[in-house]
């Protein structure tokens, strides 16, 4: 074994070239997937306060979004839809002509190679905002199902690649993966937000989703952040259910249940870095405390360090930018 002074770790550290010869971890445009947020109307570009650089976008000004995604070279989005109408039973979220379908079908058909991915959950379309139906105060699960699997039939009939449940509700990953199948949807694939925790960072989001629940909160279905062992079953079970991905849902300061689940599992593994983790660095920046890029940089390498095979990001584009930038 070798020690100083004939080991000197810093000869690989000392200049960008050689930093980047010897990298164990990169990023690369290939590894994000863009959330959009789509609503109803025309012209309508909303830039979202909790989110700066976001926007409720009509689906005209959302197809325009799609193809310079495309064009930066990120391979997916993932649209998010705010409904026309709100009822108990969600029933706004399988309209055919619903903004999230429209914007499906439109999308595909002017930028067919980018992969169109939909967040299914009754949240966006339920007056009272819960990700199941409710009874009283109690969120029910089996009769959710249905539903939850009526807005994943609609938009795989609109053209989705892949649909994606983020309500927690049991079985809901079987329960639509039937429904797709029933109607000879065998090709669309399923990215389960399998390991969902209760965190207190979604609050951005909310706004952007206009989802927060009319009472109570949503820890009777979202996991506890105390559990690590339990995303293992969670896992397990939407795998068995025929997920095709899995997502651990928030990221930054779930990096170690990242780890856990991409060690466990041989399937891709997806990380959302969530409203409130791009939020307060938008917000330190602003005040000039940070730096955004190089922190954001950071943040994402993190999550590919623990093993993400794909991210969720609100910082897609920039990133995509940012790397091209330093390829230069």
Not at 13 to 41: M, N
Not at 56 to 64: M, N, P, Q, T
Not at 83 to 105: C, H, L, T
Request: charged residues 25%.
């Amino acid at each position: 074994m070798s020690y100083f002074p004939t080991t000197r770790m810093r000869r690989l550290r000392r200049t960008p070239d050689v930093r980047r010869l010897v990298a164990e971890t990169r990023l690369d445009v290939s590894d994000f997937i863009y959330p959009l947020f789509v609503c109803p109307g025309s012209g309508v570009r909303e830039e979202i306060s909790a989110m700066p650089g976001n926007y409720h976008l009509s689906v005209d000004e959302v197809v325009k979004e799609a193809v310079e995604v495309y064009e930066l070279g990120v391979p997916a989005i993932i649209l998010f839809g705010i409904p026309e109408y709100k009822d108990a039973e969600g029933s706004s979220g399988w309209q055919a002509q619903g903004p999230v379908q429209r914007a499906i079908k439109v999308i595909k058909k002017e930028v067919p190679d980018l992969v169109v991915m939909t967040d299914v959950c009754l949240c966006d379309y339920t007056d009272h905002g819960h990700c199941g139906l409710i009874q009283g105060q109690e969120i029910l699960n089996d009769p959710s199902l249905e539903n939850l699997a009526k807005i994943a039939l609609s938009h795989a009939e609109a053209g989705a690649d892949f649909v994606c449940p983020s309500d927690m509700m049991d079985g809901r990953v079987g329960a639509i993966r039937r429904k797709l199948d029933e109607h000879s949807f065998t090709n669309v694939g399923i990215m389960a937000y399998s390991v969902k925790y209760a965190s207190a960072m979604y609050g951005p989001f909310r706004e952007a989703a206009q989802s927060a629940p009319s009472f109570g909160d949503r820890r009777s279905y979202q996991m506890d952040p105390a559990n690590v062992r339990e995303a293992i079953r969670e896992t397990e079970q939407d795998l068995a259910e025929g997920a095709d991905i899995v997502m651990v849902k928030p990221a930054l300061a779930y990096l170690d249940v990242v780890k856990l689940i991409k060690e466990e599992f041989p399937v891709p593994v997806a990380a959302y870095n969530i409203s409130g983790e791009y939020s307060m660095v938008k917000a330190a920046a602003a005040k000039g405390w940070i730096d955004e890029r190089a922190v954001a940089l950071e943040m994402l390498l993190s999550m590919r360090r623990a093993g993400a095979d794909m991210i969720l990001t609100y910082w897609a584009k920039d990133v995509a930018r940012w790397l091209k930038e330093e390829q230069r």
